[in-house]
């Protein structure tokens, strides 16, 4: 064999990630509901930004987004200069692990959070500490529990992906009331515009006053910009200016900004939206439990189907909708062989997945 550039120690080891399935055999336009993205698409006014940022590709984006972050610093009443913005999110997430995790710190969270926090502490040879759920629920005292001298970061979604599991505000205080000043703790609120419970908090108040707590956004989900990869983080500024040192200088690229910053301020787009999934949510939920299917309480635009952990049956499921032509996204990456999880859809396409499941149990 001839020699060749070794990777860093257990790299190759890790399962990568897989997104959710597009395609269906047999059909040109499949029904996708397997990645939690707004059914209605993307508002017209950022269609409009993007086709009016189409005649400047030549021209590179402004490195620091200040446009952006201004307009949601203006929106939510936030110091701008504590507001970073990235590729997605999941970008500003993965940079965390780059920037505060050493072999051998401890990356804490849920059991079935989402999958990204266990992939960014075996990217940074650190250690995933996966608690244990009471029934899919994050349990904060088990969390804290958890915490030790080399815990670095700890990871809530909230709502939780793929569980749907909303922590309420009392338990996320109770959590961040428990950790050591020097523990940084996340708090993913990428589902947050569709949380319609008055027991619910992003984070952001946290963030506002300690220097131990920041939440990242996103406009992948209700905003319907997923493709454009753009979203931001309210955070303490010592973590500003770290993350700003360690991103790419122009992270975030001209059209996910224009196309952002018009999607910020149409709030009718947002509320219509989120109402569409408060009404479709309890509706599919009250449908899949009439076909004996357990249904766990959701927050987000996607309710999880569990199948009494008969992986086969879910499986069987998956293919069978499949089949007729509507794209589910199974468990199992996520540690959940025997569930499914389903992203709400426009009327009829939840009126299709409720007949055809109907019909698989049948």
Not at 22 to 40: H, Q
Request: with cysteine.
């Amino acid at each position: 064999m001839t020699n060749q550039p070794d990777p860093r120690p257990g790299l190759l080891d890790i399962m990568a990630y897989r997104g959710g399935v597009a395609d269906a055999p047999g059909f040109a336009a499949p029904v996708k509901l397997s990645s939690n993205e707004n059914c209605f698409g993307a508002p017209e006014s950022a269609k409009q930004a993007i086709a009016a940022e189409s005649s400047k590709l030549e021209r590179y984006p402004d490195g620091g987004a200040i446009l952006l972050r201004e307009a949601l610093a203006k929106k939510y009443g936030l110091p701008v200069e504590r507001i970073v913005c990235g590729c997605g999110s999941d970008e500003l997430l993965q940079l965390l692990g780059r920037s505060y995790l050493r072999p051998g710190d401890e990356v804490l969270f849920s059991a079935h959070g989402f999958l990204t926090y266990k992939l960014i502490a075996l990217q940074n040879e650190a250690v995933p500490v996966m608690v244990p759920e009471d029934d899919l629920r994050a349990n904060v005292d088990r969390m804290l529990a958890s915490v030790t001298k080399r815990t670095r970061l700890v990871f809530v979604a909230n709502p939780n992906n793929p569980t749907g599991y909303m922590m309420p505000k009392d338990d996320l205080h109770k959590l961040h009331a428990g950790l050591p000043k020097d523990v940084l703790l996340v708090v993913d609120a990428a589902y947050a515009e569709y949380v319609d419970d008055p027991n619910y908090s992003c984070g952001m108040e946290l963030a506002r006053k300690f220097d131990n707590v920041m939440t990242t956004r996103t406009f992948s989900k209700v905003y319907g910009l997923a493709g454009l990869r753009i979203g931001w983080t309210f955070c303490p500024q010592r973590v500003a200016d770290v993350l700003n040192r360690v991103r790419s200088p122009f992270n975030a690229n001209r059209v996910a900004q224009a196309a952002a910053i018009a999607a910020l301020a149409d709030d009718d787009f947002v509320e219509r939206s989120a109402a569409h999934v408060q009404k479709w949510r309890p509706w599919l939920a009250d449908e899949i439990g009439k076909c004996g299917i357990r249904v766990y309480p959701s927050a987000g635009n996607f309710v999880l189907l569990g199948f009494d952990n008969d992986a086969n049956k879910a499986d069987a499921a998956e293919q069978f909708l499949m089949q007729n032509g509507l794209i589910l996204r199974g468990m199992r990456g996520f540690g959940l062989p025997g569930y499914l999880r389903l992203t709400i859809g426009l009327d009829d396409e939840n009126r299709a997945f409720a007949k055809a499941l109907t019909e698989f149990m049948s």
